[in-house]
Protein backbone atom coordinates (compact mmCIF):
# COMPACT_ATOMS: atom_id res chain seq x y z
CA UNK A 1 0.00 0.00 0.00
CA UNK A 2 1.09 3.33 -0.69
CA UNK A 3 2.07 5.46 2.69
CA UNK A 4 -0.69 7.50 4.07
CA UNK A 5 -0.52 11.42 3.89
CA UNK A 6 -1.29 11.56 7.93
CA UNK A 7 0.97 8.87 10.55
CA UNK A 8 -1.91 9.89 13.01
CA UNK A 9 -4.38 8.45 10.99
CA UNK A 10 -2.55 5.19 10.35
CA UNK A 11 -4.74 3.32 13.28
CA UNK A 12 -7.77 4.46 11.48
CA UNK A 13 -7.01 2.18 8.20
CA UNK A 14 -7.43 -1.57 7.70
CA UNK A 15 -6.33 -4.28 5.71
CA UNK A 16 -8.71 -7.11 5.52
CA UNK A 17 -6.57 -10.57 6.12
CA UNK A 18 -3.27 -8.70 7.05
CA UNK A 19 -3.35 -8.56 10.87
CA UNK A 20 -6.51 -9.09 13.60
CA UNK A 21 -8.60 -6.20 12.93
CA UNK A 22 -8.02 -3.55 15.78
CA UNK A 23 -9.10 0.30 14.11
CA UNK A 24 -9.43 3.35 15.63
CA UNK A 25 -12.50 4.93 15.15
CA UNK A 26 -15.67 7.13 16.61
CA UNK A 27 -13.36 10.33 17.51
CA UNK A 28 -12.72 13.84 16.64
CA UNK A 29 -11.33 14.57 13.03
CA UNK A 30 -7.71 14.75 13.21
CA UNK A 31 -7.28 18.59 12.22
CA UNK A 32 -5.49 19.39 8.79
CA UNK A 33 -7.36 16.06 7.75
CA UNK A 34 -9.65 17.77 5.55
CA UNK A 35 -12.27 15.39 7.07
CA UNK A 36 -15.51 14.08 5.08
CA UNK A 37 -16.91 14.02 7.98
CA UNK A 38 -19.53 16.72 8.78
CA UNK A 39 -20.33 18.46 11.97
CA UNK A 40 -22.73 17.78 15.03
CA UNK A 41 -25.45 20.86 13.94
CA UNK A 42 -24.86 18.85 10.47
CA UNK A 43 -26.04 15.73 11.68
CA UNK A 44 -29.05 16.76 13.99
CA UNK A 45 -30.06 18.40 10.51
CA UNK A 46 -30.16 15.53 8.20
CA UNK A 47 -32.34 13.51 10.83
CA UNK A 48 -34.84 15.47 11.63
CA UNK A 49 -35.14 17.98 8.29
CA UNK A 50 -37.51 15.39 6.99
CA UNK A 51 -40.48 16.05 9.39
CA UNK A 52 -42.28 18.03 6.44
CA UNK A 53 -44.88 19.74 8.71
CA UNK A 54 -42.70 21.01 11.34
CA UNK A 55 -41.25 24.55 10.99
CA UNK A 56 -37.05 24.27 11.18
CA UNK A 57 -35.49 27.60 12.33
CA UNK A 58 -31.48 28.02 12.27
CA UNK A 59 -30.56 30.23 15.85
CA UNK A 60 -27.31 31.47 14.29
CA UNK A 61 -25.01 32.93 11.45
CA UNK A 62 -26.80 32.78 8.18
CA UNK A 63 -23.92 30.39 6.54
CA UNK A 64 -25.45 27.66 8.41
CA UNK A 65 -28.50 27.78 7.41
CA UNK A 66 -27.37 27.57 3.47
CA UNK A 67 -25.16 25.06 4.10
CA UNK A 68 -27.86 22.47 5.08
CA UNK A 69 -30.83 24.09 3.01
CA UNK A 70 -32.75 20.83 1.54
CA UNK A 71 -29.70 19.07 2.99
CA UNK A 72 -31.34 15.69 2.64
CA UNK A 73 -33.71 16.35 -0.58
CA UNK A 74 -36.43 14.39 1.41
CA UNK A 75 -39.55 13.94 -0.85
CA UNK A 76 -43.11 14.95 1.22
CA UNK A 77 -46.19 13.59 0.05
CA UNK A 78 -47.67 16.64 1.69
CA UNK A 79 -46.49 19.74 3.40
CA UNK A 80 -43.13 21.27 2.20
CA UNK A 81 -42.69 23.73 4.61
CA UNK A 82 -39.19 21.70 6.00
CA UNK A 83 -37.94 22.66 2.25
CA UNK A 84 -37.81 26.69 3.66
CA UNK A 85 -35.03 27.43 5.45
CA UNK A 86 -35.18 29.70 8.48
CA UNK A 87 -32.53 31.62 10.37
CA UNK A 88 -31.68 34.21 12.67
CA UNK A 89 -29.16 35.55 10.94
CA UNK A 90 -27.31 36.86 13.86
CA UNK A 91 -24.91 39.84 13.13
CA UNK A 92 -22.07 40.97 15.36
CA UNK A 93 -24.06 43.31 17.76
CA UNK A 94 -25.98 40.11 18.07
CA UNK A 95 -22.63 38.23 19.13
CA UNK A 96 -22.07 40.81 21.49
CA UNK A 97 -25.61 41.54 23.31
CA UNK A 98 -27.23 38.22 22.66
CA UNK A 99 -29.62 36.82 20.18
CA UNK A 100 -32.61 35.71 22.40
CA UNK A 101 -35.16 38.84 21.46
CA UNK A 102 -34.17 38.11 17.65
CA UNK A 103 -34.97 34.08 18.20
CA UNK A 104 -38.41 35.09 20.00
CA UNK A 105 -39.36 37.64 17.68
CA UNK A 106 -38.55 35.35 14.33
CA UNK A 107 -40.57 31.83 16.04
CA UNK A 108 -43.49 34.32 16.86
CA UNK A 109 -43.36 35.55 13.20
CA UNK A 110 -42.81 31.78 11.33
CA UNK A 111 -45.44 30.24 13.37
CA UNK A 112 -48.12 33.10 12.83
CA UNK A 113 -47.28 32.59 9.43
CA UNK A 114 -47.03 29.27 8.85
CA UNK A 115 -49.24 27.53 11.33
CA UNK A 116 -46.23 24.49 11.89
CA UNK A 117 -47.13 21.28 14.17
CA UNK A 118 -44.24 22.37 16.18
CA UNK A 119 -41.16 23.87 15.63
CA UNK A 120 -37.24 23.03 15.84
CA UNK A 121 -34.93 24.99 17.07
CA UNK A 122 -31.34 24.89 16.43
CA UNK A 123 -28.00 25.82 18.32
CA UNK A 124 -25.27 26.87 16.45
CA UNK A 125 -21.66 27.65 17.31
CA UNK A 126 -21.96 31.05 18.24
CA UNK A 127 -25.39 30.18 19.69
CA UNK A 128 -23.10 27.68 22.13
CA UNK A 129 -20.68 30.66 22.74
CA UNK A 130 -22.51 33.89 23.67
CA UNK A 131 -24.84 31.75 25.77
CA UNK A 132 -28.44 32.31 24.62
CA UNK A 133 -30.71 30.23 26.65
CA UNK A 134 -32.71 28.23 23.76
CA UNK A 135 -34.54 26.23 26.73
CA UNK A 136 -35.83 29.60 28.21
CA UNK A 137 -37.13 31.25 24.09
CA UNK A 138 -38.47 28.06 23.54
CA UNK A 139 -40.53 27.53 26.83
CA UNK A 140 -42.30 31.34 26.79
CA UNK A 141 -42.86 31.15 22.68
CA UNK A 142 -44.37 27.36 23.15
CA UNK A 143 -46.44 28.89 25.98
CA UNK A 144 -47.84 31.39 23.95
CA UNK A 145 -48.65 29.77 20.42
CA UNK A 146 -50.00 26.53 21.84
CA UNK A 147 -47.54 24.09 19.78
CA UNK A 148 -44.32 22.18 20.37
CA UNK A 149 -40.97 24.75 20.15
CA UNK A 150 -37.94 21.88 20.94
CA UNK A 151 -34.55 23.33 21.18
CA UNK A 152 -32.13 21.07 19.13
CA UNK A 153 -28.93 21.39 21.59
CA UNK A 154 -26.35 21.06 18.11
CA UNK A 155 -23.48 23.53 18.80
CA UNK A 156 -21.28 22.23 15.87
CA UNK A 157 -18.18 22.29 17.78
CA UNK A 158 -19.25 19.84 20.55
CA UNK A 159 -17.96 16.81 18.56
CA UNK A 160 -18.78 15.68 15.54
CA UNK A 161 -21.87 14.11 13.44
CA UNK A 162 -22.68 11.05 15.44
CA UNK A 163 -23.48 13.48 18.17
CA UNK A 164 -25.71 15.34 15.98
CA UNK A 165 -27.56 12.14 15.65
CA UNK A 166 -28.49 12.35 19.53
CA UNK A 167 -29.10 15.41 19.63
CA UNK A 168 -32.07 14.67 17.07
CA UNK A 169 -32.89 11.90 18.72
CA UNK A 170 -32.99 13.67 22.25
CA UNK A 171 -34.76 16.19 20.87
CA UNK A 172 -37.81 13.84 18.95
CA UNK A 173 -37.79 12.09 21.84
CA UNK A 174 -39.72 15.16 23.65
CA UNK A 175 -42.01 14.88 21.33
CA UNK A 176 -42.72 11.06 21.29
CA UNK A 177 -44.96 10.00 24.19
CA UNK A 178 -47.76 13.07 23.92
CA UNK A 179 -49.95 12.01 21.36
CA UNK A 180 -52.78 9.60 21.75
CA UNK A 181 -52.32 6.21 20.38
CA UNK A 182 -55.75 4.66 20.75
CA UNK A 183 -56.54 2.63 17.54
CA UNK A 184 -53.20 1.50 17.01
CA UNK A 185 -53.15 -2.25 15.67
CA UNK A 186 -51.30 -5.60 17.78
CA UNK A 187 -49.22 -5.52 14.32
CA UNK A 188 -47.98 -2.29 13.87
CA UNK A 189 -44.36 -0.40 13.50
CA UNK A 190 -42.52 2.55 13.21
CA UNK A 191 -39.57 3.21 10.47
CA UNK A 192 -36.34 5.12 11.79
CA UNK A 193 -33.84 6.11 9.92
CA UNK A 194 -34.90 6.07 6.58
CA UNK A 195 -35.32 9.75 5.00
CA UNK A 196 -37.13 9.45 2.00
CA UNK A 197 -34.77 10.56 -0.66
CA UNK A 198 -36.03 9.49 -3.86
CA UNK A 199 -39.70 7.99 -2.58
CA UNK A 200 -38.45 5.09 -0.67
CA UNK A 201 -40.42 5.33 2.49
CA UNK A 202 -43.29 5.24 -0.04
CA UNK A 203 -41.77 1.63 -1.36
CA UNK A 204 -40.99 0.24 2.05
CA UNK A 205 -44.64 1.22 3.12
CA UNK A 206 -46.67 -0.36 0.66
CA UNK A 207 -44.26 -3.89 1.32
CA UNK A 208 -45.58 -3.51 5.22
CA UNK A 209 -49.15 -3.13 3.83
CA UNK A 210 -49.14 -5.65 1.61
CA UNK A 211 -47.92 -7.77 4.40
CA UNK A 212 -50.84 -6.62 6.88
CA UNK A 213 -48.27 -4.48 8.80
CA UNK A 214 -49.81 -0.99 10.36
CA UNK A 215 -47.13 1.89 9.86
CA UNK A 216 -47.30 4.44 12.93
CA UNK A 217 -45.02 6.89 12.00
CA UNK A 218 -41.53 7.44 9.49
CA UNK A 219 -39.39 9.05 11.79
CA UNK A 220 -38.04 10.55 10.05
CA UNK A 221 -38.94 10.79 6.12
CA UNK A 222 -41.95 11.96 4.58
CA UNK A 223 -42.25 12.60 8.83
CA UNK A 224 -45.70 14.01 10.44
CA UNK A 225 -45.30 15.76 13.80
CA UNK A 226 -48.63 13.96 15.13
CA UNK A 227 -47.47 10.64 14.01
CA UNK A 228 -44.32 11.40 15.80
CA UNK A 229 -46.16 11.99 19.03
CA UNK A 230 -48.06 8.62 19.16
CA UNK A 231 -45.29 6.53 17.91
CA UNK A 232 -45.12 4.73 21.29
CA UNK A 233 -48.22 2.69 20.48
CA UNK A 234 -46.18 1.50 17.80
CA UNK A 235 -45.79 -2.35 18.63
CA UNK A 236 -42.34 -2.88 16.76
CA UNK A 237 -39.27 -0.09 15.63
CA UNK A 238 -37.63 -0.63 12.68
CA UNK A 239 -34.35 1.04 12.32
CA UNK A 240 -32.73 1.26 8.87
CA UNK A 241 -30.07 3.81 9.16
CA UNK A 242 -29.17 2.37 12.69
CA UNK A 243 -26.41 5.15 13.15
CA UNK A 244 -28.62 8.04 13.29
CA UNK A 245 -31.77 6.32 14.87
CA UNK A 246 -30.87 3.74 17.22
CA UNK A 247 -30.35 6.06 19.97
CA UNK A 248 -33.87 7.27 19.28
CA UNK A 249 -34.60 3.39 19.35
CA UNK A 250 -33.10 2.46 22.33
CA UNK A 251 -34.96 5.47 24.51
CA UNK A 252 -38.36 4.23 23.16
CA UNK A 253 -37.58 0.75 24.34
CA UNK A 254 -36.27 1.63 27.83
CA UNK A 255 -39.00 4.22 28.42
CA UNK A 256 -42.16 2.66 26.41
CA UNK A 257 -40.98 -1.33 26.14
CA UNK A 258 -40.82 -0.71 22.36
CA UNK A 259 -38.24 -3.56 21.30
CA UNK A 260 -36.19 -2.93 17.89
CA UNK A 261 -34.91 -4.47 14.49
CA UNK A 262 -32.02 -3.22 13.24
CA UNK A 263 -32.98 -3.89 9.42
CA UNK A 264 -31.13 -2.99 5.93
CA UNK A 265 -33.81 -1.93 2.59
CA UNK A 266 -30.84 -2.68 0.36
CA UNK A 267 -30.16 -5.49 -1.72
CA UNK A 268 -31.94 -8.34 -2.28
CA UNK A 269 -30.81 -10.56 0.69
CA UNK A 270 -31.42 -7.67 3.37
CA UNK A 271 -34.16 -6.56 1.71
CA UNK A 272 -35.97 -9.83 1.82
CA UNK A 273 -34.04 -10.49 5.51
CA UNK A 274 -36.25 -7.44 6.73
CA UNK A 275 -39.42 -8.31 5.77
CA UNK A 276 -38.95 -12.19 7.17
CA UNK A 277 -36.97 -10.52 10.32
CA UNK A 278 -40.58 -8.82 11.24
CA UNK A 279 -42.69 -11.39 10.17
CA UNK A 280 -41.27 -13.92 12.62
CA UNK A 281 -41.57 -11.00 15.39
CA UNK A 282 -44.91 -10.90 15.11
CA UNK A 283 -45.01 -14.87 15.27
CA UNK A 284 -42.99 -14.75 18.11
CA UNK A 285 -44.61 -12.64 20.28
CA UNK A 286 -48.60 -13.67 19.09
CA UNK A 287 -47.56 -17.37 18.74
CA UNK A 288 -51.14 -18.68 18.87
CA UNK A 289 -52.78 -15.72 16.56
CA UNK A 290 -53.39 -16.98 12.87
CA UNK A 291 -53.10 -13.43 11.75
CA UNK A 292 -49.50 -14.03 12.93
CA UNK A 293 -49.41 -16.93 10.42
CA UNK A 294 -51.02 -15.01 7.43
CA UNK A 295 -48.02 -11.78 7.95
CA UNK A 296 -45.58 -14.74 7.46
CA UNK A 297 -47.58 -16.22 4.08
CA UNK A 298 -48.48 -12.93 2.92
CA UNK A 299 -44.68 -12.20 3.37
CA UNK A 300 -43.39 -15.22 1.95
CA UNK A 301 -45.27 -14.59 -1.13
CA UNK A 302 -44.58 -10.87 -1.70
CA UNK A 303 -40.31 -11.59 -1.62
CA UNK A 304 -41.08 -14.37 -3.58
CA UNK A 305 -43.11 -12.40 -6.30
CA UNK A 306 -40.17 -9.80 -6.36
CA UNK A 307 -37.12 -12.02 -6.54
CA UNK A 308 -38.34 -13.68 -9.53
CA UNK A 309 -39.32 -10.68 -11.43
CA UNK A 310 -36.12 -9.53 -10.40
CA UNK A 311 -33.43 -11.73 -10.80
CA UNK A 312 -33.90 -12.41 -14.19
CA UNK A 313 -33.54 -8.61 -14.95
CA UNK A 314 -30.07 -8.32 -13.06
CA UNK A 315 -28.67 -10.83 -15.38
CA UNK A 316 -27.87 -8.45 -18.07
CA UNK A 317 -25.94 -6.38 -15.84
CA UNK A 318 -23.78 -9.33 -14.41
CA UNK A 319 -22.28 -10.12 -17.66
CA UNK A 320 -20.57 -6.73 -18.24
CA UNK A 321 -19.80 -6.10 -14.76
CA UNK A 322 -18.02 -9.31 -13.62
CA UNK A 323 -14.68 -8.78 -12.13
CA UNK A 324 -14.58 -5.11 -11.89
CA UNK A 325 -13.96 -2.82 -8.94
CA UNK A 326 -15.58 -1.39 -6.33
CA UNK A 327 -15.16 1.34 -4.05
CA UNK A 328 -17.44 2.10 -1.21
CA UNK A 329 -17.28 5.31 1.10
CA UNK A 330 -20.69 6.70 2.83
CA UNK A 331 -21.88 8.04 6.05
CA UNK A 332 -23.73 5.21 7.89
CA UNK A 333 -21.41 2.11 8.05
CA UNK A 334 -24.66 -0.39 8.07
CA UNK A 335 -25.35 0.91 4.54
CA UNK A 336 -22.31 -0.68 3.21
CA UNK A 337 -23.10 -4.24 4.62
CA UNK A 338 -25.89 -4.31 1.99
CA UNK A 339 -24.03 -2.39 -0.51
CA UNK A 340 -21.19 -5.15 -0.07
CA UNK A 341 -23.63 -7.45 -0.78
CA UNK A 342 -25.22 -6.02 -3.27
CA UNK A 343 -22.03 -5.99 -5.29
CA UNK A 344 -21.32 -9.73 -4.90
CA UNK A 345 -24.63 -9.71 -6.93
CA UNK A 346 -23.81 -8.54 -9.88
CA UNK A 347 -19.71 -10.25 -9.47
CA UNK A 348 -18.22 -7.23 -8.72
CA UNK A 349 -15.27 -7.32 -6.16
CA UNK A 350 -15.22 -4.57 -3.51
CA UNK A 351 -11.60 -3.51 -2.54
CA UNK A 352 -12.56 -0.07 -0.89
CA UNK A 353 -15.19 0.06 1.92
CA UNK A 354 -15.04 3.07 4.67
CA UNK A 355 -17.23 4.99 6.77
CA UNK A 356 -17.71 8.09 8.51
CA UNK A 357 -19.63 7.09 11.73
CA UNK A 358 -18.41 3.56 11.93
CA UNK A 359 -18.00 1.56 15.58
CA UNK A 360 -15.92 -0.92 16.08
CA UNK A 361 -18.16 -3.04 15.86
CA UNK A 362 -19.71 -2.27 12.61
CA UNK A 363 -16.11 -2.36 11.26
CA UNK A 364 -16.01 -5.93 12.54
CA UNK A 365 -18.53 -7.20 10.37
CA UNK A 366 -17.53 -5.35 7.88
CA UNK A 367 -14.18 -7.36 7.78
CA UNK A 368 -15.93 -10.86 8.18
CA UNK A 369 -18.13 -9.65 5.03
CA UNK A 370 -15.44 -8.53 2.99
CA UNK A 371 -12.61 -10.13 0.64
CA UNK A 372 -8.44 -10.49 1.96
CA UNK A 373 -6.64 -7.34 0.57
CA UNK A 374 -10.04 -4.89 0.92
CA UNK A 375 -9.23 -1.93 2.61
CA UNK A 376 -11.25 -0.42 5.73
CA UNK A 377 -11.16 3.10 6.46
CA UNK A 378 -13.00 5.15 9.29
CA UNK A 379 -13.41 8.88 8.63
CA UNK A 380 -11.23 9.40 5.62
CA UNK A 381 -9.96 12.32 3.86
CA UNK A 382 -9.93 13.07 -0.12
CA UNK A 383 -6.24 12.28 -0.48
CA UNK A 384 -6.03 9.24 1.54
CA UNK A 385 -9.16 8.27 -0.31
CA UNK A 386 -7.57 9.18 -3.83
CA UNK A 387 -4.50 7.42 -3.19
CA UNK A 388 -6.81 3.86 -2.40
CA UNK A 389 -8.91 4.29 -5.76
CA UNK A 390 -5.56 4.46 -8.00
CA UNK A 391 -3.93 1.45 -5.79
CA UNK A 392 -7.01 -0.48 -6.06
CA UNK A 393 -7.63 0.46 -9.52
CA UNK A 394 -11.05 1.26 -8.91
CA UNK A 395 -14.16 0.71 -11.60
CA UNK A 396 -17.16 2.18 -9.90
CA UNK A 397 -16.82 4.61 -6.51
CA UNK A 398 -19.80 4.85 -4.24
CA UNK A 399 -20.05 7.75 -2.42
CA UNK A 400 -22.25 11.16 -1.65
CA UNK A 401 -21.92 15.20 -2.63
CA UNK A 402 -18.31 15.84 -1.22
CA UNK A 403 -16.89 12.11 -3.16
CA UNK A 404 -18.04 12.84 -6.80
CA UNK A 405 -15.46 15.08 -7.61
CA UNK A 406 -12.72 12.85 -6.08
CA UNK A 407 -13.66 9.78 -8.68
CA UNK A 408 -14.34 11.95 -12.13
CA UNK A 409 -11.03 13.82 -11.42
CA UNK A 410 -9.32 10.07 -11.73
CA UNK A 411 -11.16 9.33 -14.64
CA UNK A 412 -13.93 6.72 -12.55
CA UNK A 413 -17.24 6.25 -12.50
CA UNK A 414 -19.37 7.37 -9.91
CA UNK A 415 -22.87 6.31 -8.03
CA UNK A 416 -24.48 8.76 -5.67
CA UNK A 417 -25.74 6.49 -2.85
CA UNK A 418 -25.97 9.72 -0.05
CA UNK A 419 -28.92 12.04 0.06
CA UNK A 420 -28.26 14.10 -2.86
CA UNK A 421 -30.02 11.56 -5.61
CA UNK A 422 -33.35 11.19 -7.01
CA UNK A 423 -33.45 7.25 -8.27
CA UNK A 424 -34.79 5.25 -5.65
CA UNK A 425 -32.06 2.49 -4.66
CA UNK A 426 -34.13 0.86 -1.65
CA UNK A 427 -35.74 -1.72 -2.06
CA UNK A 428 -36.27 -4.34 -4.83
CA UNK A 429 -36.84 -2.20 -7.34
CA UNK A 430 -34.09 0.13 -5.93
CA UNK A 431 -31.82 -2.93 -6.47
CA UNK A 432 -32.84 -3.07 -9.80
CA UNK A 433 -32.27 0.93 -10.50
CA UNK A 434 -28.70 0.29 -8.55
CA UNK A 435 -27.51 -2.40 -10.90
CA UNK A 436 -28.44 -0.52 -14.13
CA UNK A 437 -26.83 2.83 -12.37
CA UNK A 438 -23.53 1.20 -11.92
CA UNK A 439 -23.73 -0.38 -15.30
CA UNK A 440 -24.23 3.29 -17.05
CA UNK A 441 -21.22 4.64 -15.04
CA UNK A 442 -18.89 1.95 -15.51
CA UNK A 443 -19.56 1.03 -19.11
CA UNK A 444 -19.93 4.64 -20.19
CA UNK A 445 -18.09 5.25 -23.27
CA UNK A 446 -16.61 8.41 -22.08
CA UNK A 447 -13.95 6.91 -20.17
CA UNK A 448 -12.20 5.61 -23.61
CA UNK A 449 -11.51 9.33 -23.56
CA UNK A 450 -10.43 9.94 -20.04
CA UNK A 451 -7.11 7.85 -19.37
CA UNK A 452 -7.14 6.64 -15.88
CA UNK A 453 -4.20 8.83 -13.22
CA UNK A 454 -3.68 5.33 -11.71
CA UNK A 455 -0.82 3.23 -10.76
CA UNK A 456 -1.91 -0.25 -11.48
CA UNK A 457 -3.54 0.78 -15.05
CA UNK A 458 -1.69 2.02 -18.32
CA UNK A 459 -1.99 5.42 -19.36
CA UNK A 460 -3.20 5.62 -22.15
CA UNK A 461 -3.09 7.81 -25.36
CA UNK A 462 -6.58 9.99 -26.67
Request: negative net charge; proline residues 3%; aromatic residues 8%.
Amino acid sequence: METVALHDREDQIHITGETPLKIACNKESLAGAVSQRACVFCGSRVVLYPIADALHLVHGPIGCAVYTWDIRGALSSGPELHRLSFSTDLQEMDVIFGGEKKLQAALTELIDRHAPKAAFVYSTCIVGIIGDDLEAVCRHVEEAKGIPVIPVKSEGFKGNKRAGYKAACDAMARLIGTGNTNGISRFSLNILGDFNLAGEIWMIRDYYESMGVEVVANITGDGRVDDICRAHGAALNVVQCSGSTMLLADMMEEQYGIPSLRVSYFGIEDMSEALYDIARFFQQRYPEDSEADAIMERTRALVQKEVRTLVPQLEKYRRDLAGKKAAIYVGGSFKAFSLVKAFRLVDMQVVLVGSQTGTEEDYQELEAITDPGTVIVDDSNPLELTSFLKEKGVDVFVGGVKERPIAYKLGIGFCDHNHERKEALAGFEGMLNFAREVHSSVMSPVWRFVPRKDSNLKEEAV
